[in-house]
Each structure stands twice: as C-alpha cells, then as structure tokens.
C-alpha cells in the first residue's frame, strides 16, 4: 500500500438480479459509491465493490420458467438491467463480481473447504419452513398466517407467500459456537454494527442464541459444490457473503487482499443479520479478520409501504432519472433521507426539493456568479480586495462545512455531510444578496469591492464544487469546468477534497466560461 494513504474498502451488497433493479437499489448503490468517491478523492486506498448474487433455488425456478438454462438467464438480466443501473446513476465502481464467476466460486471452496478442516461444519437432517423469495429458512418471528387464497397456510412476513417445508440431509456450520466471540465483538468494537438501533437489533438476537446454521442444499444442483461432497452445493446466502473475500483475493492473491481486507459493508436492514452475525463468525472460524464494519439503512417506503418487486411495488430509477438526471437522483436520495432510517419517496417531494434547493438553490447562484463575472469583469476571475468581516464569514463557513462534512462522512452519515455543505449554498446566497454586486457596478469607486464579492462567490463556489463532488459527479464537473478551474487547478476528481475548505485556491486571473443552468427548470404536468 502506498505510504501515507489508509486502505478503504467499502461494498454494497451482491444484488439478487431475479428481477430489474428498483430505486431501493439504486439508492444503496449511490450511498456506497458517494463513499468510497470522497475517500478515494480524499487520497485513500479506495475500492469499491458491487455485484450480483446469481445462484439458488430462485433463480433455478425463475431460468425454468422463462425456458432458459439459468446461466443463460442470469447472463441475460446481468447485461440488460444491472450493468445499465451503474451507467444510469454514475456509480465508479472498482470491481463487478458475479459469483457464477470462476474466481468467485473456486475461492468459495477454498473458503469452505477451511472452516471444514478447523472443524466447524458437520453433516446433519434439518427440517424447517424456507421462503424461496428470500432463500432464508425462517424463524418462528418471521413467519405469519396466510390469509386469503393462503388461508390456514404458514407465509413468508416480508413476501407474504406460502413457505415450503424442507426436508434435508445437509451440512451445518456451528454457529452457536461464536455466541460468545460475537457478542465479544460487538462489546469491543461499538460501531462495529450501525447505526446503534441496528446494533441494539443484532445484540439482541445474538444474546437469545444461536442455532447452527445449514449450509447446504442437496435437491437442486445450480450453485457451488461442496468441495468434499459434490452430492451438495453450498447455500446460498454462504456463497453470496464469500464474495466480499474472493473479490479482492481471497485464497488466490494474498497480497491484493492483504492490502484490501478487511472491508466496509452497507446493507439494507432486513439482510443485517447475515452481515453482522453469520459472516463475521464464518470469517472467525476460517481464521480470517472480521469486517471493519456493517452499516444497516433503512427501507424506502412508497405510500408506506416497503418497494417490493414481488408486490408490484418497485419504482425503476431511469423513471427518475429520464426526467430529473442522475445528480437529482443521487442528490435526493442522499439529503433528503436520514441515514440509517426508513424514508418516505414521493414524486411531489423529489420535484420540489428539485426546484428549492437545485434549480434555484444551488444552480441559480452559480449560473449567475459566472454570468456576473462575464458582465462586469469580460469573464476573468478578478482579484480580491481587503476583505471584510462578511468576506471572512463566507470563507469561516466554507471551512467549516468542509470539516463537519469529512467528520460526518467518517459516520457514514452521508445526509449529515450535505447538510454541512449546503450552508455554503445558503450563505452564499445571502451573501449576494445583501452585498448587491449589480449595485456596486454602477459605481467605478466601487470596482475594488466588486471585484472582492465576485472572487468570494467563484472561490466558494470552487469549494463547493468540490465538496459536492462525490454526491453530484456531472454537474459538479460542468461547475468546475465553468469557473475555468479545469485549466488553472487540473481535473476536479484530482483534488484533494481534505482540502477543499482552504480559502484561495481558485486563481484570479483565471477565464470562466458560460454556463447553462446546471438544473433547468422542468415543466409541470397539468
């Protein structure tokens, strides 16, 4: 690793591709990847990993039922739904791992085949209902009276369909062993589970017991095969978490996961416990070092309710994005939502915080500081005077944001660090306003004056820019370019984003060019 730079690996989790992608995806997707961009722009070691979750018996069903083999299906959902996503909402990721992949799944034994040899997987008979939908047999919390059509059945609480009672010789792995370890963990690494209800959550459920866990299947053949028994092939939700390893190097390149491992996962909550407790005792008993954290967000609600694909209930992003752009999108999602918590979307919501705090907010005040520079100055960024204490606020908030923004990002609090950056937005604007630049150009004695206000509205915007960067990465980049930083300063990606809250980096001197509203104004229906 490169000296002085801190290894940051962070990941969503692997996507069951059974269907397209909704917005619920699109909004774990653009948190992770808004992460892993201010690390990586920050000067850390950064990657950030996304992929898909292509085995079990779902996705058997699903190929069957569309009269193709299931490599054939998932090859099919892959290139046409979840490749497009990362494209539609700009995601930079570093790696895209599907775990048909052969690097995934020879890995995967390798992984298995460990915990085997340290003595922690056994053969035994299970029986227990299991959702298809969730491919997760189900505890008795998790399990409600059908009513309707499903009257006097047992179904699934989240896909409210009947569960299937699975009669199986298969292989266990001693979870109940790392009750103790677990809650050892959680003790001694507080945040290691976030936010705290999450953590409350996972503590809870580990200090009731453990029950070992099966990892096998045997009356179906689409996955990985046990590598002692190929009359198996390993669960699932095993081989998904295995990606997190086998991605960057696990039993093939100890060097790459040497300097990658261990990881930042970020989750939605109804997956945490597979995060937050199987895996990290999986990682315990193959003697690997535990994540460096599982972050749970909440659900997006539509009309109250959780997005599911099975209930019809799912919202694709490009219906977002087709009308107000991937930064609208990333930006909304982001901002508007605390989190860590549930949040409500609404089209009336995303359309007026589009219109407030976009278009008007942060759009208009660099669409006319730039056309102001043009006016008054023939487009060169002019010089400032001596500053007062107005000017020195702007610059105290731009410092300010700058900081609390990084502090809010190390808690993964990625509204709270918007929030911080939007005060410049807002002083900003005000700044303007009560420093009325259109008045000073009447007056020549007031030209040094001017010349201070226009150089502290372009330097703040220079700072926002950057700030908003890994949130908003095209408009921000039109900004950029706009304010002549592109040629003066290099590529806006390049700049070390610790940095942003230094006052002065943007050069008098340096030539502006036009620039068309960064969120233009989109027309109602009647």
């Not at 970020?266 to 315990?284: E, N, Q, S, T």
Request: net charge negative; hydrophobic share 40%.
């Amino acid at each position: 690793m490169t000296s002085g730079r801190s290894s940051f690996y962070i990941t969503t989790p692997i996507y069951y591709p059974s269907d397209v992608p909704h917005i619920g995806h699109g909004y774990t997707t653009v948190a992770v990847d808004t992460l892993a961009r201010w690390h990586r722009q920050s000067g850390d070691d950064t990657w950030m990993l996304t992929g898909t979750d292509e085995h079990g018996q779902k996705m058997l069903r699903a190929a069957a039922a569309n009269g193709a083999t299931p490599q054939e299906w998932v090859d099919k959902l892959v290139s046409e739904s979840w490749f497009p996503l990362l494209r539609t909402l700009d995601v930079a990721n570093d790696d895209f791992i599907r775990t048909t992949q052969e690097r995934h799944e020879e890995r995967v034994k390798t992984f298995v085949q460990a915990i085997y040899d340290n003595g922690y997987i056994y053969a035994g008979e299970f029986e227990a209902l299991y959702c298809v939908g969730c491919e997760e047999f189900k505890t008795d919390t998790e399990i409600v009276d059908g009513t309707g059509a499903f009257e006097g059945l047992k179904v699934c609480a989240i896909h409210s369909k009947p569960l299937e009672l699975l009669q199986e010789k298969n292989y266990f792995f001693k979870l109940s062993e790392f009750q103790d370890r677990l809650l050892e963990l959680y003790r001694d690494v507080p945040d290691f589970v976030r936010p705290e209800s999450a953590r409350n959550e996972v503590v809870s459920f580990v200090s009731s017991g453990l029950k070992d866990l099966s990892i096998s299947r045997s009356t179906f053949d689409w996955g990985i095969d046990v590598p002692w028994d190929d009359a198996h092939v390993i669960y699932v939700w095993v081989d998904a978490l295995l990606n997190y390893a086998t991605a960057v190097g696990y039993g093939a390149d100890d060097a790459e996961f040497g300097r990658r491992w261990p990881a930042y996962h970020v989750v939605g909550k109804d997956i945490l416990r597979f995060h937050a407790v199987i895996w990290p005792a999986m990682l315990m008993a193959a003697g690997v070092e535990v994540p460096r954290g599982v972050f749970a967000h909440g659900w997006l609600l539509v009309g109250g309710e959780k997005m599911s694909k099975s209930k019809l209930t799912g919202i694709a992003p490009t219906e977002i994005t087709d009308v107000f752009g991937s930064d609208a999108y990333r930006f909304y999602f982001l901002s508007a939502i605390a989190f860590g918590q549930d949040g409500s979307f609404s089209w009336e919501d995303l359309s007026a915080r589009y219109q407030a705090e976009l278009a008007n907010g942060f759009g208009n005040l660099a669409s006319r500081t730039v056309a102001m520079i043009e006016r008054y100055f023939e487009g060169i960024v002019p010089p400032p005077a001596e500053y007062t204490d107005a000017d020195l606020r702007v610059q105290e908030v731009v410092a300010r944001a700058a900081t609390e923004a990084d502090a809010a990002i190390e808690r993964f609090r990625i509204d709270e660090a918007i929030g911080a950056i939007w005060t410049i937005v807002d002083e900003l604007n005000g700044y303007i306003t009560d420093n009325e630049p259109w008045a000073l150009a009447k007056d020549d004695a007031q030209r040094a004056r001017l010349g201070t206000v226009l150089y502290t509205a372009a330097e703040g915007l220079r700072a926002l820019a950057l700030l908003l960067s890994p949130v908003m990465p095209v408009a921000t980049e039109r900004l950029w370019i706009a304010l002549g930083a592109a040629e003066t300063l290099g590529r806006l990606h390049d700049q070390p984003l610790r940095e942003a809250g230094a006052w002065g980096a943007l050069r008098p001197g340096t030539s502006v060019n036009g620039l068309a509203p960064l969120f233009p104004r989109i027309e109602q229906p009647a």
